[in-house]
């Protein structure tokens, strides 16, 4: 599963980061790294972007950043 699909009011636990290099470590840099947890708060209307709670702070991500995402439900 990734955090794309993911359900808002959810909590997740970050599995896995997919991509290599400079683009992997934009997201690593924004502080979703492996074995952190994130919050859905929100999904724009059209789906893109997504807004997140990741180590106190909102964040919001591009459909096809949270693709890159591997996850595991924190409360299932």
């Known amino acids: 599963m990734t955090l794309k699909d993911a359900r808002v009011g959810s909590t997740v636990t970050v599995r896995k980061i997919q991509g290599e290099g400079a683009y992997k470590r934009r997201i690593m840099d924004m502080g979703i790294t492996k074995g952190s947890q994130i919050f859905i708060r929100k999904v724009a209307p059209l789906g893109d972007p997504i807004e997140v709670t990741v180590r106190g702070y909102e964040l ?9 995402v591997e996850i595991d439900l924190a409360n299932p």
């Open 60 to 68: 919001s991500l591009r459909k096809a950043d949270a693709e890159c």
